[in-house]
């Protein structure tokens, strides 16, 4: 790249992993050099989450081998990355499909791996495959079961298809999780139109435990979430099954995901971890409560997959509609991103039929069309 580099602001808005993840995967795409700096965890925004975030080094393991496994992948130079630094800079080359290894020696996320590496694996000339090394059940990010169950099958919309093989479970703090991914390249991406949420049909998932931790903890957080969904969907069976992880965990740990399946094909999830000194039925019941917040709205997303969409409607071909919820801060993040380094350009309108609540938008995409030059 002869071109100056695209400087990006890493304070602005949600500040910190979702700035670095939707920068990075689109430099890789697109060719365009990146220097992210003032790089923080949105001081300005409230909220405990982030507050508490906004303490620690922005350079969380996942963050530092997340940017490294990107360049790798296109053969990039990156400038800055180390726990810590504030600023970093990405000059991308040739995407290269192949093997492709992550560890964050950590509880660090392997579904934040993903997240980051899976877009620029699109664009290469071949199959790629990940070996990602971390968490798969991990706090403040998707668990591993989330990537496969809901995000999976909706990005296969956009034509995208990819294998996920769990090789082995990591929990909080050890981690020593192992992913294996294979992913297929793409011509272009298709646009995708989610407007119509139609009924829930079925509502399923998994309450484990592992380790040393007995099996009565799955149980409880299976009864407890039932019974809170029960107070607000009567007429469906709700089968959430308590499992005990034997031979593919590593370390202690418990939690659970419910999906939720609707007439039309829209998936959501409501889930949560296990954490010492919380009654398992407290798990339980959160993570049902998630669930249920994320169909009450009417939308055909929940809060978790929309902004992870939001990279992939700005490179496809065509105009992407999705309705939705109340837009996050998140999402708003990855839009600023996306119009920043493609030429997406993104509409967020309120629904006002009958069906909307008062937190019902739709977020449009007119996508950038980007091709894939080395197929």
Known sequence: MDSAAVEIDGSVMEGGGQILRVSAALSCITGSSIQITKIRAGRSTPGLRVVFMSMLPVFRPQHLSGLQLVSDLCSGSLQGASIGSTDISLTPGKIQSGNHTADTQTAGSVCLLLQVALPCALYADAASQLCLKG??????????????????????????????????????????????????????????????????????????VAGVLPFKLAKDMSAAAVRTIRKEIKELYINIQPL????????????????????????????????????????????????????????????????????????????????????????????????????????????EDELSSNVTYVIECQGSGAANPNL
């Open 135 to 208: 968490g798969t059940n991990a706090e403040m990010a998707p668990q591993i079961d989330y990537t496969i169950k809901v995000f999976k099958p909706i990005l296969e919309k956009f034509g995208i298809h990819f294998d996920c093989d769990i090789r082995m479970r990591g929990f909080y703090p050890k981690g020593g999780g192992e992913v294996m991914v294979t992913v297929n390249p793409v011509k272009e991406l298709q646009p995708v139109t989610m407007m119509e949420r139609g009924n829930i049909t079925k509502i399923h998932g998994r309450a484990y």
């Open 244 to 351: 005990q992880e034997k031979d593919k965990a590593f370390g202690n740990g418990n939690g659970i995901i419910i999906i939720a399946e609707s007439s039309t094909g829209c998936l959501f999830a409501g889930s949560a971890l296990g954490k010492k000194g919380v009654y398992a039925d407290k798990v339980g019941i959160e993570a049902a409560e998630m669930l249920l917040r994320n169909i009450r709205h009417n939308g055909c997303v929940d809060e978790f997959l929309q902004d992870q969409l939001i990279i992939f409607m700005a490179l496809a071909k065509g105009t992407s509609r999705i309705r939705t919820g109340a837009v996050t801060l998140h999402t708003q993040t990855a839009i600023h991103i996306a119009e920043k380094l493609t030429e997406a350009k993104f509409t967020i309108t309120k629904c």
